[in-house]
Every structure is written in structure tokens, then in C-alpha cells.
């Protein structure tokens, strides 16, 4: 199977502050790589895909890039919406969710 | 719009089975895969497996195998997992979610069905 490891596993940061989460493949997966927003008792919702797409919907102040084995997303200007647990999925050969970042507002 | 509404949540003792559906209603029930995945207190998400509506093929994680199963029923656009020999680290919320074709993210998610393991 092909783990996904994220880092940090917890961040806390402040409104405005420009924010970088990474992900690692165990294998290259090239751009097969989402990212996705889980907010307590809310269903995970999808932000970017096959590495670098924003999802229809989604504020622009999010992007991801990567391919291969090395993912970043990033949040340009943090809101205070934006406090949620963020996870990278693999859809290369089955799917594998990473661990988790925990992002806090200061 | 796209809705996965699912069954309700469910206490089951250690080593009984727990089968949840999932109704999928505004879109083509054929046209997409439906996933299952789980996350269980203070833990990640875990994918769990897929499901072909078409074919019924199935396709699960490693961890899971043997224990878990997955069916369809095309007629109803409805689609279930069943979990067996529960433990009480199978408590988890368990959602079904949305795939258009394979390799694709995950577009739509179910609301969750929470599971609770314990004698």
C-alpha cells in the first residue's frame, strides 16, 4: 500500500498569514493527489485535485502544487474559516489519506 | 442536487456484523463509484473500499480484507457496507462518499453513520 505522510501534524497561525502543509507519497503517485477540509461533525469537503486544480467553489486563496512524491497545499491569507483538520489522499493505486494537519487560529 | 443519505447509527457487542446503506438521489447511480471511508475518535480518515455499480466489483484496503464487504442494489441506488466480527476499534463514523471514475477524487460524501462497539 502507499502511505502518505503529512507535516506538521498541527499548526496554529494567524488570520493573514500565508500557510504551507506537505505531503509525501511513500512511492510517486505523479499528480494523484487531493486535499481535502474536515471540520468536527461536518463531511470532509474537496479542495483541490490531481495536485494543483481548485474545486469549483473553492475560495482561491487555497492552491496545491507538487507531482511525483512531494505535495504542498497552501492557504495565501489565512481566515478564520479557515480552522479545520486538512488531509492529502493518494487515488494513484487505491487511496490513502494521509494522517492529518490540525490548523488552528491564533 | 447530489445527496448520500445513510442509515441511521448503530451500537453493536464485539464480534457481531453492522450493515450500513447509503440512498444516492440526483445524479446517475451507474455513473459513479461510491467509496466508503471511516474515522474513528481523535483519528484520521481511512478509506475502506470501493464499489463498481455497474459490475458489483469491489475493491478493498489491505487492513480491512476479509471483514468487509461491500454490495449494491442498482434498482434502489443504494449501496452498503457490511462490517463483521466488530472490535471495539471499529467505532468510527463511517461515511459513504462519491467517485466518478477511478483515479478521481472524492466529489460528494454521505452525512456519516456513527458505529459504537461495545459489550
Known amino acids: 500500500d502507499i502511505q502518505m505522510t503529512q507535516s506538521p501534524s498541527a499548526l496554529s497561525a494567524s488570520v493573514g498569514d500565508r500557510v504551507t502543509i506537505t505531503c509525501r507519497a511513500s512511492q510517486s503517485i505523479s499528480k494523484y493527489l487531493n486535499w481535502y477540509q474536515h471540520k468536527p461533525g461536518k463531511a470532509p469537503k474537496l479542495l483541490i485535485y490531481?495536485?494543483?486544480n481548485l474545486q469549483s467553489g473553492v475560495p482561491s486563496r487555497f492552491s496545491g502544487s507538487g507531482s511525483g512524491t512531494d505535495f504542498t497545499l497552501t492557504i495565501s491569507s489565512l481566515q478564520p474559516e479557515d480552522s479545520a483538520t486538512y488531509y492529502c489522499?493518494?487515488?494513484?493505486?487505491?487511496?490513502?489519506f494521509g494522517q492529518g494537519t490540525k490548523l488552528e487560529i491564533k | 442536487q447530489v445527496q448520500l443519505v445513510q442509515s441511521g447509527a448503530e451500537v453493536k457487542k464485539p464480534g457481531a456484523s453492522v450493515k450500513v446503506s447509503c440512498k444516492a438521489s440526483?445524479?446517475?447511480?451507474?455513473?459513479?463509484?461510491m467509496h466508503w471511508v471511516r474515522q474513528a475518535p481523535g483519528q484520521g480518515l481511512q478509506w475502506m473500499g470501493e464499489i463498481n455499480p455497474i459490475s458489483g466489483g469491489t475493491r478493498y484496503a489491505q487492513k480491512l480484507q476479509g471483514r468487509v464487504a461491500m454490495t449494491r442494489d442498482t434498482s434502489a441506488s443504494t449501496v452498503y457496507m457490511e462490517l463483521s466480527s466488530l472490535i471495539s476499534e471499529d467505532t468510527a463514523v463511517y461515511f459513504c462518499a462519491r467517485v466518478h471514475v477511478g483515479n478521481s477524487p472524492i466529489d460528494y460524501w454521505g452525512q456519516g453513520t456513527l458505529i459504537t462497539v461495545s459489550s
Open positions: 490531481a495536485a494543483s
Open positions: 489522499q493518494q487515488s494513484y493505486s487505491g487511496y490513502t
Open positions: 440526483g445524479y446517475t447511480f451507474t455513473g459513479y463509484y
